[in-house]
């Protein structure tokens, strides 16, 4: 136990220092306080598991690449849309609606997951795989309202005219301070959405649950009720997929 509490230890130094990547083995036995022999020991076992990496030249030491290789792995197997889907499903089911699941691709989103209400006689389609520019709908607005500040605003930059970027910055500022995003007809005349973003275990957003619903004879309860069951679903979602992130942050760009 007392080797792998160790090991342990040292992985933790090479992986939180934000401005140093490679470290001497005189840091390291510094950094955990252990003698340098026993330190040389930890260090070549772990190289031998590619756990650590040394630099032949420099004789320096870093992360080794099967943390990354196990990591995939795993994040290859989690399902995301088996999570997702059944809270999407009991979303449809409570508001009669059509719900979607998008997630972004640089200037674009994608639709990766739909669920059509069965009883509803009138229904949104929106072709699953399909691309949408960012600055429409929202969903992408919401997405882009909490993303990486550098990012959004390359895309804004990209999308949006130069005289009207500065009211969308504003609208994406409402949208993250409310926690869901509307839209009114802008991709489909007669239709509108709402839409809450999701977060993963490392409060990344990975994308955003929207309800697509026709506005003809819509009445203000029903869009109160839509805007309250999609703040919660995205909430018990992105719960299950790990955050711990409150979505009520107020973040100006």
């Avoid at 026709?214 to 703040?231: G, S, Y």
């Amino acid at each position: 136990m007392q080797t792998i509490d160790r090991a342990m230890q040292i992985i933790k130094v090479l992986a939180e220092s934000d401005t140093k990547k490679w470290f001497s083995i005189t840091d390291l036995s510094k950094e955990c306080d252990l003698p340098v022999s026993t330190m040389h020991r930890l260090l070549q076992s772990m190289i031998k598991h590619g756990l650590i990496q040394q630099d032949p030249n420099l004789k320096l030491y870093s992360m080794g690449y099967t943390w990354l290789e196990y990591g995939l792995q795993m994040y290859d197997t989690f399902d995301f849309v088996g999570l997702i889907r059944p809270e999407m499903e009991k979303l449809m089911y409570e508001v009669e609606e059509s719900v979607y699941f998008s997630k972004p691709i640089g200037s674009e989103a994608l639709i990766v997951e739909r669920i059509d209400c069965p009883h509803n006689p009138i229904r949104i389609y929106d072709q699953l795989g399909i691309r949408i520019p960012m600055n429409i709908g929202a969903a992408n607005k919401v997405m882009l309202a909490h993303m990486h500040k550098d990012e959004a605003l390359k895309i804004i930059n990209d999308l949006v005219p130069e005289g009207e970027i500065e009211p969308f910055l504003q609208l994406l500022d409402t949208i993250r301070h409310k926690g869901y995003g509307e839209s009114q007809g802008e991709k489909t005349k007669g239709t509108a959405s709402v839409a809450a973003p999701i977060f993963n275990h490392s409060n990344e957003l990975i994308g955003a649950l929207s309800i697509g619903y026709v506005t003809f004879n819509q009445k203000d309860e029903k869009q109160r009720l839509l805007i309250e069951k999609v703040i919660q679903s995205s909430m018990r979602i992105s719960a299950k997929l790990g955050s711990k992130l409150n979505i009520y942050t107020e973040q100006k760009y």
